[in-house]
């Protein structure tokens, strides 16, 4: 069953995802040469108790932290710790939550660590983020979850192959075991979203006002194909190539989308796709 939403559920989202903002805002930051993936950690932890809210990462399924801390060739789910010090030249992706309510928000973004990084990376990143924004967009009532999945499945192929480095294999690999997900009352719902077009998974739900859904690509420069690591959370993928991850919340209303983790609902992006967001319901 797909949870919809109504406008004031969607309001309450907006708050929840205001906070995971505010966590992106202050980690990016913090994502400097010498601080650990725990110092993250403890600043997100920060953000989210002078908000009132709280996390909704912290003791999922046993995860041990407030956000995931994803370095380099770490897909997704990388745990914060002080082993982990960030370098000049590293990629970390983070994926932050928080919970306002009962009403939850998720998003994920990828920070450059210092400078000096590579074309590929740079392009890895952009190619990454704009299909997210790419899927987005086709987040339209009367389209199909599919429609989603082609879009971001889409902009990523239609891009010129990234150049072969020590990280790279000169192609982009998009991730096949994880995906977006439906959120709201819980953090992961249905239905699930693949970032490719599936046979298997047909044309997925209708798109309807009160839809929510966290939509996340996930993409490296060279293998769709991951693996978990002995600790039973972290993501890498089996070629060790680096990857990307971003993540935004959204909810659609009558009026539209919106970005429920972006600080102005998604507007200035969306506008490039020809996409009027809905009125931020907080005002």
């Avoid at 599919?146 to 072969?164: F, N």
């Avoid at 739900?205 to 939509?215: E, M, N, S, T, W």
């Amino acid at each position: 069953m797909v949870q919809l939403k109504t406008p004031e559920q969607i309001a309450k989202m907006r708050e929840a995802g205001l906070v995971v903002a505010a966590i992106h805002a202050a980690t990016r930051e913090a994502a400097v040469p010498g601080a650990t993936t725990r110092d993250l950690d403890m600043v997100a932890r920060k953000v989210i108790a002078d908000a009132g809210a709280k996390s909704n990462f912290l003791g999922y399924g046993g995860f041990p932290a407030t956000i995931c801390t994803s370095v380099n060739e770490v897909v997704v789910h990388g745990i914060p710790d002080d082993k982990t010090v960030l370098k000049d030249g590293d990629i970390i992706s983070i994926d932050a939550g928080a919970i306002v309510d009962g009403w939850h928000g998720d998003a994920a973004y990828t920070a450059f660590v210092g400078t000096g990084h590579a074309p590929e990376l740079v392009e890895l990143s952009r190619v990454t983020e704009e299909s997210m924004w790419a899927g987005i967009a086709a987040m339209k009532a009367g389209n199909r979850l599919v429609d989603i999945s082609k879009a971001i499945e889409g902009y990523i192929k239609r891009q010129p192959r990234p150049a072969t480095g020590e990280h790279s294999l000169g192609k982009f690999g998009i991730i096949e075991d994880y995906g977006g997900h439906g959120i709201g009352t819980e953090m992961h719902m249905d239905p699930h979203l693949l970032n490719y077009v599936s046979r298997k998974r047909g044309k997925g739900i209708k798109l309807v006002p009160g839809v929510c859904l966290a939509i996340e690509p996930m993409v490296s420069l060279g293998t769709a194909q991951t693996e978990v690591l002995a600790d039973d959370w972290t993501v890498i993928t089996t070629d060790g190539t680096w990857s990307s991850h971003w993540e935004h919340s959204v909810a659609l209303t009558e009026a539209g989308p919106i970005v429920l983790t972006s600080p102005d609902c998604g507007k200035a992006k969306l506008a490039e796709y020809g996409v009027t967001t809905a009125p931020d319901p907080l005002g």
